[in-house]
């Protein structure tokens, strides 16, 4: 543990010194070699000109070479690979596509991936939403936003572990460790392997990612909220409009633009859901998603095709989406 600590001390040291000594550096030998020092006057508007032009580089240069390298590349490589075999060696064109069109696992992968983008931004946004509202109004409000905003902080596969002790099955005739099962006793039911029932696991495993992201949708959907201009809610409260009557006709309407974006940003992770599904069941009792199935191609069966077919199609799935969300994200801004 400690030898971990002083590795990760060390990169952090060496991470951070480097980037220093790398734009420190840069701009001093961009000074040097383009300096307009004892030039004649015409080549020093030139040589200022040239060196404030390349000076921005410097510092944007790194984050578009790792782009270019590790999102942009990779992208045109994944549709390269979509039309070819297994090894990546021959084309077979369509093939891929219409084998993912006729799979029985791709289409499984399909339905739970609706049913995942029908439910979790749905709920997480919903709870996030009402949440916000009401914890604007107690006054442990600021307790219980931490409390909500907590499971941000856990990792998805941590979350994961958490959860899997929650929905734990030991067996008829044994102490149920299990929250849920313990419940189920408790009230005289037949405790379950809640993981391993088709349909219901599905929703047992959305409802961790809607646990997570309820604190995200609550933190940006309160921010908004309290942006709502007084003098609205006072006029309507003089009016004598209920809780209920301000909140879906003055409160929502108002925030409605960043109701869009959290759900769309919800949207976005849940069509790339991998960790939750792969820590919990990894795809088995009919809980597979596309990611998962991607990664199965990818590393299961040794096949790049199929894989980079699943990738691609996964692409275009959030491509619209993204560009929905970006779009409403300038409209509200404006």
């Keep these: 543990m400690f030898q971990q600590l002083v590795n990760a001390a060390i990169a952090i040291v060496f991470a951070v010194g480097g980037s220093i000594l790398f734009y420190v550096g840069s701009n001093l030998l961009l000074d ?10 015409d080549k020093q508007i030139k040589r200022d000109s040239l060196r404030e032009g390349i000076r921005p580089w410097i510092f944007v240069g790194p984050a578009l070479a790792f782009l270019l390298v590790f999102l ?12 070819m075999d297994r090894e990546g060696e021959e084309f077979v064109w369509f093939t891929n596509y219409v084998w993912a069109f006729t799979s029985d696992g791709f289409q499984s992968s399909i339905i739970n991936n609706l049913l ?3 439910i979790v931004p749905t709920m ?3 709870f996030g939403l009402v949440i916000a509202y009401l ?4 006054w442990w409000g600021k307790i219980a936003r931490t409390l909500i905003f907590l499971p941000m902080a856990i990792s998805f596969v941590g979350a994961s572990i958490i959860w899997k002790f929650v929905y734990d099955y030991r067996g008829p005739g044994s102490d149920q460790i299990g929250i849920l099962n313990a419940l189920v006793v408790a009230f005289g039911g037949e405790p379950k392997a809640w993981i391993a029932v088709p349909f219901w696991n599905n929703i047992l495993l959305m409802v961790i990612l809607i646990w997570i992201q309820t604190g995200f949708a609550m933190v940006i959907l309160g921010a908004a909220i309290r942006g709502v201009p007084e003098d609205t809610l006072e006029a309507s409260t003089l009016d004598g409009a209920s809780e209920l009557e301000i909140f879906f006709k003055i409160v929502i309407p108002q925030i409605w633009g960043t109701i869009v974006v959290v759900w769309t940003t919800i949207t976005i992770l849940v069509l790339k859901v991998f960790d939750i599904v792969y820590a919990m069941t990894n795809g088995q009792w009919d809980t597979q998603v596309l990611a998962n199935l991607m990664y199965n191609e990818m590393f299961r069966n040794a096949n790049s095709g199929t894989a980079s077919t699943v990738a691609v199609i996964l692409m275009i799935a959030v491509l619209p989406v993204m560009i929905y969300n970006i779009k409403s994200a300038r409209e509200t801004e404006q």
Excluded: E, H
Excluded at 32 to 41: C, E, I, N
Excluded at 72 to 83: D, I, N, T
């Design 32 to 41: 040097k070699f383009l300096t307009s020092d004892g030039a004649p006057a």
């Design 72 to 83: 942009v590349y990779p992208v045109f490589k994944s549709l390269q690979l979509s039309f």
């Design 116 to 118: 995942w983008l029908i």
């Design 124 to 126: 997480s946004t919903m």
């Design 135 to 138: 914890t604007d109004r107690i």
